[in-house]
């Protein structure tokens, strides 16, 4: 008799790209999400007979293909898939013709690189690795920059509200009110943060580059990641899901 492979009812999700993992937890501690009709407990892992509904809509595998597009988020926007709590959301603002959601969040002020998706595990890979890979920023502030907060930038700043010292990173003078910053970690509205612990105040910021994906649109539209983007992308993943692994031990 072949052995029944379970999988995790999170992870199904993910699959099948109704949602990311994350997003899923969620769903399921809201007790949205139930098996055979019943409201599982967090974790719960599912045979592939099980009827998996959310909302009372069942969810089936028919997934062939995904959907990897490279989005310029105009400011204002803001990046949830609730759409019934933010009219401004990035979904209904995309109104693109599959459910896709997006990878990680660009603050609403914000404007730059997102990327979107309906594959949930290259979304859980992205954000598992998402303090190894870089992201590029292109900030104006309201006073001209000094060499002392170039330095002090790139050195590392406490946020006592966060109660984390941001890592070091790479910072270069672009002009009297603008520089550039490449981040390694992904913490909540990090450069306004370390911008505002060093007295100044962000007028403007845009994400130019997640890993090897470049900003490359006008605002306000988007392009599918093209195949040896892709690729690379799936490179970087990999190593840096060994580093991650490595590191664990």
């Known amino acids: 008799m072949a052995e029944v492979t379970l999988k995790r009812i999170n992870k199904f999700l993910s699959e099948v790209g109704y949602c990311s993992r994350r997003e899923a937890d969620k ?6 999400v139930t098996i055979n009709g019943v409201v ?3 974790g719960t892992k599912i045979a592939p007979d099980d009827v998996v509904a959310v909302d009372g809509e069942e969810i089936k595998n028919t997934k062939t293909s995904f959907v990897y597009l490279a989005f310029n988020k105009p400011v204002g926007i803001v990046c949830t898939t609730d759409t019934s709590v933010e009219k401004d959301n990035i979904i209904d603002f995309l109104n693109y013709p599959k459910r896709i959601f997006p990878i990680g969040r660009l603050d609403k002020p914000s404007e ?14 992205i954000l598992r690795a998402s303090n190894n890979h870089e ?15 170039i330095e002090r930038m790139s050195g590392g ?22 520089f550039k910053i490449i981040l390694t970690q992904g913490l909540n509205r990090q450069i306004r943060r370390m911008c505002d612990y060093l007295n100044y105040e962000v007028q403007t910021l845009k994400r130019v580059r997640i890993m090897n994906i470049k900003l490359d649109t006008p605002i306000g539209e988007y392009r599918e990641l093209t195949k040896e983007e892709f690729t690379n992308l799936n490179t970087l993943l990999e190593d840096s899901t060994k580093t991650y692994l490595k590191n664990k031990k």
């Open 112 to 125: 730059g690189l997102i990327l979107l998706t309906d594959d949930g595990d290259i979304v859980n890979k």
């Open 157 to 178: 700043i406490p946020l006592e509200e966060l109660k984390k010292t941001t890592k070091k990173c790479k910072v270069e003078r672009l002009g009297t009110y603008k």
């Open 40 to 42: 599982p407990e967090m």
């Open 135 to 149: 992201k590029e920023y292109i900030v104006t502030v309201d006073k001209p920059i000094s060499q002392t907060f």
């Open 27 to 32: 769903l399921i501690d809201a007790g949205r």
